[in-house]
């Protein structure tokens, strides 16, 4: 069994190389957007899920692998993990490339687990919700969970941790946009370098509802200086795919010379390249330790 996977391409991380060290699906939130579905294990108690050893030689065997960050997320709550301190530091040693660790920011209120997550280069938390009440709509925590302690957890671990925090707030239509006012106040007391405004894009565990982009945009206004992180317009516009196919067929290149030789940003190359393998019409391989992509010759194909 694999514990590692991708590299993905990933809009706020790159090329991803994730880490996954729980058993599917196990979280201490059943988050109503979570694209994983319904939570199959809910439990708070930390455990050791998978072989410590085998997540270490397999990080190993990606050393020199060419990613943007190593990213500890996957398939639940990577606090849950009692191997996560250990790994991410033995991670650390291994590869070069920073290292993220994607959390539901519930069990920072846990110092054990602040310590082992300031391991990490950045750290992802999320905040849905400011209310106890809305925690309970929009995430449905494991019993025992407050959402006053998840924020004060957020608050001690920025007094501690040093690297980057790059704070994720869901907005989900009448669960928790009401108290938009007050999420962003409890996001901001918890001093992040980033604060990222999501909306529900892929097909959530229950039938719930996105905030439109126009909403989201006014959300900008209640959590000043945010990012939004949905993109509406998920298509490559005709005169950048010629352009990149067309150099693509020439010559396989790197996401980074695609950017500079089509002046787009990063994470326009990472969002286009990402439609177009989806299409087929792109691949990636790996050469001299880095990751090109190239054209697929349709006609070739066909024969
Ligand atoms: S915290 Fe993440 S994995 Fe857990 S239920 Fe919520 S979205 Fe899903």
């Given at each position: 069994m694999g514990y590692l996977?991708?590299?993905?391409?990933?809009?706020?991380l790159g090329l991803s190389m994730g880490v996954d060290l729980l058993k599917y699906k196990t979280c201490n939130l059943d988050c109503v957007y979570c694209e994983l579905g319904r939570t199959a294990c809910k439990t708070s108690c930390r455990d050791r899920f998978v072989p410590r050893q085998k997540v270490l030689k397999e990080i190993e065997l990606r050393r020199g692998e060419p990613f943007d960050h190593l990213t500890f997320a996957g398939s639940g709550?990577?606090?849950l993990s009692l191997d996560l301190g250990e790994i991410v530091a033995r991670a650390k040693e291994i590869i070069d490339s920073p290292v993220a660790v994607i959390t539901n920011s519930t069990l920072l209120s846990n110092p054990a687990v602040r310590k082992e997550v300031a391991a990490a280069d950045v750290v992802l938390p999320s905040l849905d919700a400011a209310s106890q009440t809305a925690f309970l709509a929009i995430n449905r925590p494991a019993s025992g969970l407050l959402a006053a302690e998840m924020i004060a957890?957020?608050?001690d671990f920025r007094k501690e941790f040093s690297g980057e925090i790059w704070l994720e707030v869901m907005l989900v239509r009448g669960m928790n946009d009401q108290e938009a006012e007050l999420i962003a106040r409890a996001a901001e007391s918890t001093?992040?370098?980033r604060i990222q405004l999501n909306t529900v894009v892929?097909?959530?565990?229950?039938?719930?509802?996105?905030?439109?982009?126009e909403e989201m945009q006014r959300m900008l206004e209640i959590f000043p200086?945010?990012?939004l992180i949905p993109d509406w317009d998920w298509s490559v516009p005709a005169r950048i795919r010629d352009r990149l196919l067309d150099h693509l067929f020439g010559r396989p290149?790197?996401?980074e010379e695609i950017s500079r030789h089509l002046e787009i940003d990063g994470s326009d190359a990472i969002k286009y390249c990402k439609i177009l393998e989806k299409d087929s019409l792109i691949s990636r391989r790996l050469h001299s330790g880095k990751l090109y992509f190239h054209a697929i010759d349709k006609s070739i194909n066909n024969d």
């Open positions: 996977f991708g590299p993905v391409l990933s809009r706020r709550e990577p606090t957890g957020l608050k001093e992040p370098d892929r097909p959530p565990a229950e039938p719930v509802q996105a905030l439109s982009e200086g945010a990012e290149c790197t996401l």
